[in-house]
């Protein structure tokens, strides 16, 4: 398909790598090629390239070195010679075929009214999200999809349920909201959310949920281990965080069968990386039985300006609609499954955040 | 949450995985008996259970021989003491949240009007499936939104795209039809499917798409390997089987970013073995990036009474309604991948289609 002429897509694919230190290959810039058929919004790009923030920032640097691509305030525009580039490589722009009635989850929000209308209600007055804790939730709508996702492979009805770390989704209150768990137990790390999610339960009688301030990069207390038939989370993405967050998850599964739930972005964490989890989760034991892409919608989050991946966007302007979009995934227990309950030192924790793919914090 | 007086499901599974070979856990058991509260025909048990054949039809024999269970005619019929065991063991019946829109893929079949209704056209006269190759087609709705599947993943756009042995679903055809692919290679071992693509493509006058008799357990010409940019396939599920179909279409794969499409079922493969799956394709360089449960629903096949299946089910009725589903996966090559593009012995053949765990052939 390459002309003599044509741009070399894997030599600046190997620039912008050396660059950013995210692994990237020709087909990454060829991502950004195409979204930029349709976007001159940065961070519509990186939503379209599904790409960590610093690996696509880094291939705009190199297209415009090259002269492919031109800053037009805070726009990206290709130059001529980006679009008969992009025309000799037949890239065409992305589409994205979703379905407007779920949303393109499968799942649709609206089969359960009285949840959905309920969790809205109630998630108007939610704590806005905060830095310090890696915060940005997901819409309603993706909350309350992900609890019909689990009642769906029947990881709801009389379940034992621990939900750790991700309660700025409120995903915790919106399992309790349905009365159909055994027991549902929420860890998170900011008591703001704890506090409004017991403030929930006790309003409505909600009796068998309960929410406790917890830093998960303490190890879990003997009871929590083997306790659960379902844990939800969506961590950091970062393989310290992994290990903190969702190996922790897997010890405290009961048996095989048991089942985790989290997310999972190409927009900080690169396809290298998924595979390196991919591995580790089949090293405890787990097997993937769900990945739904582009499932968790996240609501821009107000400190995007104080974020890594604010500052090394080629352009300043802030994301003006929704571009942060996440996987969710689930994973079963098979016979001789087990996880793992660390604790992490300080020096552990400076890398839990952030890495060089990782940048939204 | 066992009582004492309750029901060892764990027990339970042990014995029908003894009898079966099929390796089954207590939560098994209890998605059979979450089933039977919903459906007395065998095969929708099957179904709801996400089991292989001959592991759902050895819990459902135990569950009789325990007196749980009772045969109706053609029906299965639960015990009050096995209603007692459900309730006792908090089950409840399984339910499934899809969208009615898309029929639950997220990905809307009606997204592209005019190549669904030329499909639809074309298809009305495909042949018929017949065990000989393992046959049984999906419905016309899920080869069209394969085919958007692939386009929102930029799969489609200028791509030389590889269909191997599963035309049956017409899945090759339906891609040519859209001519939008660079190049469209389609091989079967059936050449009524051969003709009947080719006919097609001649009518229509497409030019770049062909359909040749290959059969797969021959290894590929070398003018095949490292020429594509995607590969599709829907292969029978034994271990050999993977090696024949899906190594041998990583082996066809382009660059880094080139991609493959397969179908894997949980009614003739079990988690186990979707787990060893998912190892072999991180040792082949690939990662996983999408597996949709439930996206492929297959039409009844012919020949039903002749399967493995049919002789082991514990009832004789055949299927009344679709229970045939499977998940749909995409998976993509990161650098270094390789596939294998070995040749299979006459022994081998014997293993390609019917193992412990696959019995619909």
């Not at 087990?338 to 793919?357: K, M, S, V």
Request: proline share 6%; charged share 25%.
């Amino acid at each position: 398909m390459l002309k003599s002429s044509a741009v070399d897509l894997e030599a600046l694919a190997q620039r912008a790598s050396e660059r950013s230190g995210v692994r990237l290959y020709g087909r990454s810039v060829a991502r950004v090629l195409s979204a930029l058929l349709q976007t001159g919004d940065f961070w519509q790009v990186v939503d379209r390239a599904a790409l960590p923030v610093p690996g696509a920032a880094a291939i705009v640097e190199v297209l415009i070195e090259e002269g492919l691509l031109a800053r037009q305030g805070d726009d990206l525009v290709l130059t001529e010679a980006g679009r008969e580039a992009a025309r000799a490589l037949g890239i065409r722009p992305p589409e994205r075929h979703a379905c407007p009635a779920c949303e393109g989850r499968g799942v649709p929000f609206w089969a359960d009214r009285a949840l959905y209308q309920t969790f809205l209600a109630l998630a108007k007055d939610r704590p806005e999200s905060v830095q310090e804790f890696d915060q940005g939730y997901v819409t309603p709508e993706t909350t309350v999809a992900r609890v019909l996702h689990m009642a769906s492979r029947g990881d709801l009805d009389g379940k034992e349920i621990l939900v750790l770390a991700a309660e700025d989704d409120l995903t915790g209150l919106a399992i309790a909201l349905t009365r159909r768990a055994k027991r549902v137990l929420i860890l998170d790390i900011d008591p703001r959310l704890i506090a409004f999610d017991n403030r929930a339960f006790q309003e409505l009688g909600i009796e068998n949920a309960e929410a406790r301030v917890f830093d998960l990069r303490n190890p879990f207390p003997e009871e929590w281990l083997g306790a659960f038939d379902v844990f939800v989370t969506d961590p950091p993405e970062t393989p310290r965080a992994f290990r903190a967050f969702i190996a922790r998850g897997i010890a405290a599964l009961k048996a095989p069968g048991s089942a985790g739930y989290f997310g999972l972005t190409l927009r900080d964490a690169s396809l290298f990386r998924w595979a390196e989890f991919q591995r580790a989760l089949l090293d405890y034991g787990m097997v993937l039985t769900d990945i739904l892409q582009d499932f968790n919608v996240y609501e821009i989050w107000p400190y995007h300006d104080q974020t890594r991946a604010a500052r090394i966007a080629p352009t300043r302007r802030p994301p003006q609609a929704p571009w942060y979009r996440s996987s969710w995934q689930r994973i079963e227990a098979l016979p001789g499954f087990r996880g793992e309950n660390l604790a992490f030192t300080e020096e552990d924790l400076r890398e839990i955040y952030l890495d060089e793919e990782s940048s939204t914090t």
